[in-house]
């Protein structure tokens, strides 16, 4: 394994879906160290085409089921994420403590305003899909970034606690979202919900910072 270490500064395009997904599913969704500290507040699903990173291109797919309750902070998490690069699930891992898996990303334009995005299972073949959907454009920029609605991410992996706060910044456009379809078996299943609003940032570009990392004491 080649190791790319944090900060990481990642360029690209993607989907941001913002949601107010509940306490209910914030808590179904929680890793164990956050059972029942979810808290109101907004969740997210973020879809990302990395055209450039530390570690080289690659596809991402995400979600942040809410906002949680930890310990005398209010903190978002990382429940379930894939990406298309072994280094990034292996760094990722190392880095943030993010729960990254490998899967195969399909980014495929319909025209020049509708775009549809197929993620499907990266140990299998094109019969074990996990999400899809299709993406239509506004034409009306605007410029969107983290520091209107930050997402402080907590992880434990692997007897540690990462903190990071994740910074971005880009170029949005209002978007719509048809044909969705998900394995909820490996995803959760968000046809229950209907996204607050959804933006397809282009250009996009984040940094991942160092982590605060602490070893976990049982």
């Given at each position: 394994?080649?190791?790319?270490?944090?900060?990481?500064?990642?360029?690209?395009?993607g989907?941001?879906?913002?949601?107010?997904?509940?306490?209910?599913?914030?808590?179904?969704?929680?890793?164990?160290?956050?059972?029942?500290?979810?808290?109101?507040?907004?969740?997210?699903?973020?879809?990302?085409?990395?055209q450039?990173?530390?570690?080289?291109?690659?596809?991402?797919?995400l979600?942040?089921?809410?906002?949680?309750?930890?310990?005398?902070?209010?903190?978002?998490?990382?429940?379930?994420?894939?990406v298309?690069?072994?280094?990034?699930?292996?760094?990722?891992?190392?880095?943030?403590?993010?729960?990254k898996?490998?899967?195969?990303?399909?980014?495929?334009?319909?025209?020049?305003?509708?775009?549809?995005?197929?993620?499907?299972?990266?140990?299998?073949?094109?019969?074990?899909?996990?999400?899809t959907?299709?993406?239509?454009?506004?034409?009306?920029?605007?410029?969107?970034?983290?520091?209107?609605?930050?997402?402080?991410?907590?992880?434990?992996?692997?007897g540690?606690?990462?903190?990071?706060?994740?910074?971005?910044?880009?170029?949005?456009?209002?978007?719509?979202?048809?044909?969705?379809?998900?394995?909820?078996?490996?995803?959760?299943?968000?046809s229950?919900?209907?996204?607050?609003?959804?933006?397809?940032?282009?250009?996009?570009?984040?940094?991942?910072?160092v982590?605060?990392?602490?070893?976990?004491?049982?």
């Amino acid at each position: 394994m080649i190791n790319y270490p944090a900060p990481w500064k990642l360029q690209g395009y993607g989907y941001i879906l913002l949601y107010r997904f509940g306490t209910n599913f914030a808590n179904i969704q929680a890793p164990e160290f956050l059972a029942n500290k979810a808290i109101p507040g907004f969740g997210s699903v973020m879809l990302v085409n990395y055209q450039t990173s530390n570690c080289g291109p690659y596809g991402e797919l995400l979600v942040i089921p809410g906002k949680y309750q930890y310990g005398h902070e209010k903190k978002h998490t990382i429940s379930k994420i894939y990406v298309s690069s072994q280094a990034s699930v292996d760094n990722g891992r190392i880095n943030w403590g993010i729960p990254k898996e490998l899967a195969q990303f399909r980014f495929e334009p319909q025209s020049d305003k509708i775009e549809k995005v197929t993620v499907t299972n990266g140990n299998k073949d094109e019969s074990s899909p996990i999400f899809t959907a299709s993406f239509k454009t506004g034409s009306v920029p605007f410029p969107v970034s983290t520091r209107l609605l930050p997402f402080p991410l907590i992880q434990h992996l692997d007897g540690k606690a990462f903190q990071t706060t994740f910074s971005g910044k880009g170029t949005g456009r209002f978007a719509t979202m048809t044909d969705l379809s998900i394995n909820e078996n490996v995803f959760p299943d968000l046809s229950h919900f209907k996204p607050l609003v959804i933006i397809k940032v282009d250009p996009f570009e984040i940094t991942f910072p160092v982590a605060k990392i602490n070893k976990l004491t049982y």
